[in-house]
């Protein structure tokens, strides 16, 4: 079915726009780089029509890749319907994206570069989502990882979006620390990389070692999904293009730790100690991130915690055992996030840069296209009943709900939060009056098709695909029973978060300052996001490079290294200063010397023939 | 005729014309005569090399001398040249004042 032409579609597009696009016109980039992702798209659904039903995985061996004594990796790709539903996110949305992505950044320096990233992004998103064994899906995971930084610090004369680069290069690295150490130990245990391989052995392998691995891969998506403790970086990543933090830190990168958990459903369902952790990191992260974006005034800041949150949704999912609720989740909020970073896009796009939403206000009659996608957008996000988030979010709750209370009641209260900030920065973006000093224009029809449509599926795609159903050959049944009471107090809370917005924001304006003020300490300590970042630098960052600086540099690489070398030279310095003396220049006590040498060899010879040691 | 003069009257001879040469090499400034003193060391091994050669009944002393000569023959043409370059240059033949080497 040839489904190496999917990644290779969008690589192409990178490596002709890479290395010629500065020479092309933008309508050149354009049609290499939309026109291969498109491409792309339309090969998937190509691909999986052809494929039909798909109740078995089809895998595609290329060629062996590694072959060292009892280790062979395969260039693999398989599909299989959760491959089928990542390929459609990816290549769905990433197609929406790049050709909104033509009107966002018409104004940009770098265009060709932009695109060229973001095309290589798309190739190593599909080859993370295609391969066929761990170790493909780290080649994927490591390009990605790269391109986010790359595009991240796109701006790369502004230190702000270098640094934040960095930071989640970095973090991300922790995490694929994890990620390494699970895969040693599953070709350990299993003696390959391959899925299929993997998971046939995984039920009998010990659950001590299972679980060891459960939760070393888990750290690895931490470092990805952005999860309690290395979800730091995506905050920071908001300073790359708006595009980008639509494609790769809301709707496609960051849910590659979501999907590769749900790939390892077998090694989970094995290992119940690391799904509980799972699902705990997935709750604490929903919920802290969700207080974090309550005090949050950059519009792509309350965003990004909103991802961090909804990321942990997926991961109580997942760690629920409800693992096609969190794919379920994952797709949905592709559709909405996607839209909401789109929207918040337009919005600063049309206010020429500016992103404190102290400064939009009554945005609603001066770009209405706008505020209706984006009301769309935050509808669904606050699972408003019968919106794409709807269904997802209940899905998780209800499975929630069966593996321990507790967690249901926190996801619902995590829900009231979500739909409150969510609609707080809505109306403070298109409510009340004016506050800012640019002239809002609507943005051109480029940026508003991708929008219309993705605010159609953000209000139906719940509904029009059911994944829990599509997903059922793929992963074991989930128990859950379908229960209205849970599902109405979810919707509940999601309803009187935006009736709280509502009174705060528009009714009663001054309600958040007298509450801001009225506990002050708690506001200030969510407003600073727990001052974690502050922590991490005082308990790593410091640390980490101070150590350096003391012990590396100038302890071992300064004193120890460059003192034998510099204590070598100075010893021959030394030596030669004294034996220079003997360089005079004069001949004749050259001649001396060679002639006192000479009766020296002499003597010694008699002595020893005269000691009798030689004949 | 050898067979009435002992042998250790050669090597005698042939030391005291190595310890002259070595004197004269150190004691004396003049390069012609530090030359000179060269060409004596030279041949004082020589003679040393003929010596051995008929006490042993062998060729390769004689070898050797022969090869002797003609690296002092060479030895000779350049240094003689080298000597009269630095005559033209310096308008000396003071060995102690051709110290430039020195820093």
Redo the contacts between chains.
């Keep these: 079915m040839q489904l190496w032409l999917i990644p290779i579609l969008p690589l192409a597009g990178f490596l002709i726009n890479g290395l010629f696009g500065r020479r092309f016109s933008k309508g050149l980039v354009n049609a290499f780089a939309i026109g291969s992702v498109v491409l792309a798209f339309l090969w998937v659904l190509k691909t999986l029509f052809g494929l039909g039903g798909l109740t078995a995985a089809y895998t595609e061996h290329y060629f062996t890749w590694i072959q060292s004594g009892a280790l062979s990796v395969g260039c693999d790709f398989s599909v299989d319907r959760l491959t089928a539903v990542m390929l459609l996110v990816v290549t769905g949305i990433g197609s929406l994206i790049h050709i909104y992505a033509i009107g966002y950044m018409a104004h940009e320096g770098g265009y060709y570069r932009f695109f060229a990233y973001l095309n290589l992004f798309m190739f190593f998103m599909l080859t993370l989502v295609l391969a066929a064994n761990y170790l493909v899906l780290f080649v994927g995971w490591e390009g990605v990882g790269l391109c986010s930084y790359l595009l991240i610090g796109f701006y790369f004369d502004k230190k702000i979006a270098t640094d934040a680069g960095n930071k989640a290069f970095i973090v991300n690295r922790i995490g694929d620390f994890g990620f390494s150490l699970a895969m040693f130990l599953i070709f350990r245990q299993f003696g390959s990389f391959d899925f299929a391989h993997v998971f046939a052995q995984a039920p009998a392998a010990p659950v001590g070692l299972l679980t060891l691995i459960g939760i070393l891969l888990m750290f690895g998506a931490c470092g990805k999904s952005a999860q309690i403790p290395l979800y730091v970086w995506l905050p920071d990543a908001m300073a790359g293009p708006t595009p980008v933090s639509a494609l790769i830190h809301a709707a496609t990168m960051v849910t590659a730790g979501v999907y590769m958990t749900a790939r390892s459903w077998v090694i989970y369902t094995h290992a119940p100690i690391a799904m509980d952790v799972i699902a705990y990191i997935g709750i604490a992260t929903a919920f802290v991130a969700a207080t974090i974006g309550l005090a949050q005034n950059d519009i792509k800041k309350v965003f990004a915690y909103s991802t961090v949150s909804q990321l942990g949704y997926m991961f109580v999912g997942v760690g629920c055992g409800a693992f096609s609720a969190g794919i379920y989740h994952l797709m949905t909020h592709a559709f909405f996030k996607a839209l909401l970073f789109l929207g918040a896009g337009a919005v600063i796009h049309s206010l020429s840069g500016e992103q404190d939403m102290r400064q939009m206000g009554g945005l609603r009659a001066k770009i209405p296209w706008t505020f209706g996608v984006m009301l769309c957008a935050s509808l669904a996000i606050a699972g408003f009943p019968f919106t794409s988030g709807f269904f997802s979010k209940d899905a998780i709750l209800l499975a929630a709900d069966h593996r321990a209370p507790w967690l249901y009641w926190v996801g619902v209260f995590t829900a009231g939060m979500t739909a409150f900030y969510v609609f707080r920065a809505f109306f403070m973006t298109f409510f009340g009056k004016y506050r800012g000093k640019e002239h809002p224009h609507e943005s051109p029809p480029v940026m508003l098709i991708p929008l219309v449509i993705l605010a159609g599926l953000s209000l139906v795609g719940g509904y029009l695909f059911k994944i829990p159903d599509f997903l059922r050959p793929v992963f074991p049944a989930v128990e859950a029973p379908e229960a209205f009471g849970p599902m109405a107090v979810a919707s509940a809370a999601g309803l009187l978060g935006i009736a709280l917005a509502y009174l705060m924001y528009v009714y009663r304006p001054g309600i958040p300052d007298s509450i801001a003020s009225g506990a002050k300490g708690l506001y200030t300590l969510v407003y600073n996001k727990y001052f974690v970042d502050e922590i991490y630098d005082a308990a790593v960052v410091k640390p980490l490079v101070g150590g350096s600086r003391v012990v590396l540099w100038k302890g071992f690489d300064a004193g120890l290294i460059d003192g034998t070398v510099n204590g070598i030279g100075a010893r021959a310095k030394g030596i030669g200063g004294v034996l220079r003396l003997a360089q005079s220049g004069n001949t004749r006590s050259y001649a001396t010397w060679i002639a006192f040498g000479g009766v020296l060899v002499i003597f010694g010879m008699a002595a020893m023939i005269v000691l009798g040691g030689l004949r | 005729m050898m067979g009435h003069v002992p042998l250790s009257w050669f090597l005698m001879l042939s030391a005291v014309l190595f310890s002259l040469g ?1 004197a004269g ?3 004396r ?1 003049n390069i012609i005569t ?1 030359f000179m003193s060269i060409e004596l060391i030279l041949n004082a091994v020589n003679l040393t090399f003929i010596t051995f050669a008929y006490q042993r009944q062998q060729v390769a002393g004689h070898l050797l001398a022969f090869f002797v000569m003609v690296v002092a023959a060479a030895e000779a043409a350049v240094g003689l040249a080298i000597i009269l370059t630095v005559f033209k240059n310096r308008e000396t033949l003071n ?2 004042d ?6």
Excluded: E, Q, T
């Excluded at chain 2, 051709?98 to 820093?103: A, E, G, R, V, Y």
């Design positions: 070595v090499f150190i004691f400034r530090m060995i102690d051709l110290d430039s080497m020195k820093n």
